[in-house]
């Protein structure tokens, strides 16, 4: 299977996207037409002949082209751009009446974006109290971020469940988590609550006392 070409970035942040071929040094940009588009059907930017013949409204003053490589560059960068995008090259041969377009190369670039998600909050409230013992309900909540997170506790270095919610406009929109637990606590315990997204991970720690 071909290695499927991945960039990453994160919101605000500038990128460049690989294309798949690059113009050699003895010619030039206006032998080319170049299509980048997302999902493959809206056009992003694209290059015929040497000058830019279309840009997506969403993206405007918001890409370039580098003319050697054809790396599309997307800064800054949104959510919105998360995913699929393809370069697609044709090179034109001229002869006296007609342009000859012929397909160098056609490929995927997938775009994954990240938000950072805010430091977790933790929050402890005593439901019911005794000589023995305090229960008490614990949430935990993180806003903002991108993908969609995982939420994970520790308590005294035992690993525990969330009760988790997520809000979120669309698949394409920040994310809110909130994680809620309902705890017997005996003795002054160490609670810690981490949320994880795209390989990067945000963690509180709070000292629940009995």
């Known amino acids: 299977a071909l290695e499927k070409k991945v960039a990453k970035s994160k919101v605000g942040e500038k990128v460049g996207l690989p294309c798949c071929h690059e113009i050699p040094s003895s010619e030039s940009l206006r032998n080319y037409r170049v299509y980048w588009q997302k ?5 992003v930017l694209a290059y015929a002949q040497g000058s830019k013949i279309s840009e997506h409204d ?5 890409t370039d082209l580098d003319t050697t490589n054809l790396t599309l560059w997307i800064s800054p960068v949104e959510i919105l751009d998360n995913g699929p995008y393809q370069c697609v090259v ?3 041969k ?3 009446d007609s342009v000859v377009p012929r397909i160098v190369c056609d490929e ?3 775009l994954f974006v990240t938000a950072d998600f805010s430091e977790p909050n933790i929050t ?3 439901t019911a109290s005794s000589c023995e013992s305090t229960e008490m ?3 935990c909540s993180s806003h903002g971020g991108f993908p969609k997170p995982k939420i994970s506790g520790v308590l005294n270095n035992r690993s525990l469940v969330w009760n988790a919610t997520w809000v979120s406009e669309s698949s394409l929109s920040p994310y809110n988590v909130t994680g809620k637990l309902w705890l017997n606590v005996t003795k002054d315990v160490s609670l810690t609550c981490s949320v994880e997204y795209s390989g990067f991970v945000k963690s509180t720690s709070l000292l629940l006392s009995r």
């Open 39 to 43: 999902n493959t059907t809206e056009v």
């Open 108 to 110: 995927t670039v997938t």
């Open 94 to 96: 001229f002869s006296r």
């Open 58 to 62: 969403r993206y405007e003053n918001r």
């Open 137 to 139: 309900v614990v949430r």
């Open 90 to 92: 044709q090179h034109l």
């Open 124 to 126: 402890a409230e005593v």
